[in-house]
Structure formats: structure tokens, C-alpha cells
């Protein structure tokens, strides 16, 4: 069967233009990293730990919070010196937040944190 004959091949081939058009709009805007550093949690037996990826954060530009059920991690990554010209860039500088949903209960006073090399620690005992 030939489309001509209906007169719709020009009506389907301006539909699958502005299909077309709509994915490429969708695509470009959808962000090529996550919201912020990588992340893995992990369940431990008595506590949940998070591993996350801060390479070039120093600690004192580190906060976490716990509000709810979540974890929340800010901090600031150092910018390019003033002097400085990057010829390119894959690391992004300036501020960031990761907020992270907790599976269970923890015990917020027995938390506990680690910087080292790169990789933040936090360890959050679970509660009962």
C-alpha cells in the first residue's frame, strides 16, 4: 500500500519532523552528571554508610545535615585562580548539595564522618 494515496505521507513525515525536533530539545536539556558528587549507599549490618565522591573538597567547605529521612551533604568545590585560563574543564567548581533518602531510622547522635583522598565517609549507625 502506497501512502500517497491517502495523502498522508506528507502529514506523517511533518509529525515525525517535529518528533524529532521535541527529542532533541529534551535531550539536550537532560544534565550529562548527576545532581551532585557520585554516591553509594551501603547497608553495613548495625548502620548505614554513604560514600561520596568530593575530589578537590577540603573539609572545612564540607556541611551535613539530617532533616527527616534524608542526608544532606553541601559544599564548595575551589574555583579556577584568577590568573589561571582553562583550555578545558570536566570538573565542576562552585557549590553543590546532595540530598540523599535514608532507608530506615538512624541514630543522629552517633553519626559519624570521614574525609580522605577524595572519598567522604559517613557512617550512621541504625536505630532500632
Known amino acids: 500500500m502506497d501512502l ?7 502529514d506523517l513525515e511533518a509529525l515525525i519532523a517535529v518528533k524529532d525536533r521535541l527529542d532533541d530539545l529534551v535531550l539536550s536539556d537532560l544534565p550529562t552528571e548527576p545532581a551532585g558528587p557520585r554516591a ?3 547497608d553495613v549490618g548495625d ?9 578537590g573538597v ?7 545535615a539530617l532533616q527527616g529521612d534524608e542526608l544532606i551533604v553541601a559544599g564548595v ?8 585560563r582553562a583550555v578545558f574543564t570536566e570538573r565542576p567548581t ?6 540523599v533518602r535514608l532507608p530506615g531510622p538512624v541514630d ?11 572519598l567522604l ?6 536505630r532500632g
Open 58 to 64: 577540603d573539609q572545612s567547605n564540607l556541611e551535613l
Open 94 to 99: 562552585g557549590p553543590f548539595q546532595r540530598a
Open 121 to 126: 565517609v559517613v557512617h550512621l549507625p541504625k
Open 77 to 84: 568545590r575551589d574555583t579556577l585562580e584568577d590568573d589561571v
Open 108 to 118: 543522629a547522635d552517633a553519626a559519624s564522618a570521614h574525609l580522605r583522598s577524595g
Open 47 to 55: 548502620a548505614w554508610q554513604l560514600r561520596l565522591e568530593v575530589p
Open 40 to 42: 553509594d549507599l551501603l
Open 4 to 10: 500517497d494515496d491517502f495523502g498522508t505521507r506528507s
